[in-house]
């Protein structure tokens, strides 16, 4: 018998935040979180719980836990977009389809308590969170902000009633396939004195806080029309700095600005911190921070994380601007591969990015729903 308690204990947590480990214990692709990170996620004082509700839970099978859940309401979504929906994430459960079940009907609940109409995910608080089953690519390392699970999750959802719903690729790219923007250097110069517009480098991180918040709005008007999409509010932004800055590095980021110097573009990269994270056995000290500045000193992937490009610029050709700029980088750095995040389908202006440097879909992943009966 499987039976599901609310998480209302530090040890607890504690346990929530080790299941993972144990599940996937031994497992080469799995790439785990920090675990300070991941509580530090799940504090109350969170300022991403302003306006979201979430609440966690153990499955056990006697006295073993056995899987985990989050149920998330994001009431920006609800009330603002009006879409009656309740999240669910953060799920990890060993193979069973009755603890998958256990877990859902907890949150499906929760959403018929709260007049919500469906249920989808796997999804984090934001759109900035991990989101999405993988469906294709068992077989590849996770990057350090893609969900990995076992074939048996995305099969045992479906057979308990759950539709795919939205759907996100990852592409793998040769760094001598991004070479061929080495053939529009007219065509950047060109981009440069019609529209006005020039990149922009900073030389330390410091240097480029004070532009995070402007880039956080860009992502906001670059995206707003997606029908997935919800805005990250200026009070979420401290927390994804906090998660995200101390691992980037300017010589992986590029910035494009026009006559005004106000930022019209950008791109984030990262040198790959997976194998680094599989090191760390999900904690920093002893010997774990050795290993992330060691990926980050040393590396021959990178993995592209983030693009905005204001919506009047695009399909003009600034992200010529951006990607030459990087492959140089690259180049002088001896980065030799290329791997996205995930992309979603019905995002076909991000996916036309690619279209020149035969780009090879290796992964895709889902998020999966069910209508709520009253």
């Given at each position: 018998m499987i039976e599901?308690?609310?998480?209302?204990?530090?040890?607890?947590?504690?346990?929530?935040v080790d299941l993972p480990f144990e599940v996937y214990k031994d497992n080469p692709y799995w790439v785990p979180s920090l675990k300070k990170d991941e509580l530090a996620s799940f504090d109350k004082n969170n300022a991403i719980f302003e306006t979201v509700e979430a609440n966690y839970f153990l499955a056990y099978k006697g006295k073993e836990v056995v899987g985990r859940i989050v149920s998330?309401?994001?009431?920006?979504?609800?009330?603002?977009?009006?879409?009656t929906k309740i999240r669910f994430g953060w799920l990890v459960f060993k193979d069973d389809i009755n603890i998958l079940k256990a877990l859902l009907?907890?949150?499906?609940?929760?959403a018929k308590n709260n007049k919500l109409s469906y249920i989808e995910g796997p999804m984090g608080f934001s759109n900035m969170d991990k989101a999405g089953l993988l469906t294709e690519g068992f077989d590849k390392v996770a990057t350090l902000i893609g969900l990995y699970n076992y074939e048996y999750y995305p099969i045992y959802l479906q057979e308990l009633g759950y539709q795919p719903k939205a759907e996100w690729l990852e592409y793998s790219i040769d760094i001598a396939n991004l070479g061929k923007v080495k053939q529009m250097d007219k065509l950047c110069e060109m981009l440069k004195k019609r529209y006005e517009i020039d990149t922009y480098k900073f030389d330390t991180i410091n240097e480029m806080l004070p532009y995070v918040d402007e880039m956080f709005d860009l992502l906001n008007v670059t995206y707003a029309e997606l029908q997935s999409f919800v805005p990250i509010e200026k009070f979420q932004v401290e927390?994804?700095?906090?998660?995200?800055?101390?691992?980037?590095?300017?010589?992986?980021?590029?910035?494009?600005?026009?006559k005004n110097n106000k930022m019209i573009?950008?791109?984030?990269?990262?040198p790959s911190f997976s194998k680094a994270f599989q090191k760390t056995k999900g904690k920093l000290f002893p010997f774990g921070w050795w290993h992330l500045m060691q990926a980050q000193k040393k590396n021959d992937h990178v993995e592209f994380y983030l693009i905005g490009i204001h919506p009047h610029y695009q399909n003009k050709g600034v992200n010529a601007l951006i990607f030459k700029e990087l492959y140089d980088r690259f180049i002088a750095r001896g980065i030799k591969t290329l791997e996205t995040n995930p992309l979603l389908e019905e995002n076909t202006k991000v996916q036309q990015l690619w279209k020149n440097?035969?780009?090879?879909?290796h992964k895709r992943r889902k998020t999966f729903y069910k209508d709520i009966e009253a």
């Open positions: 599901v308690r609310e998480v209302n204990t530090p040890s607890e947590m504690k346990k929530f998330i309401i994001n009431w920006t979504e609800v009330k603002e977009i009006g879409k009907t907890t949150v499906e609940n929760i927390h994804y700095k906090k998660k995200y800055l101390k691992f980037l590095h300017p010589d992986f980021i590029s910035c494009v600005k026009d573009a950008f791109a984030i990269t990262m440097f035969d780009p090879v879909i």
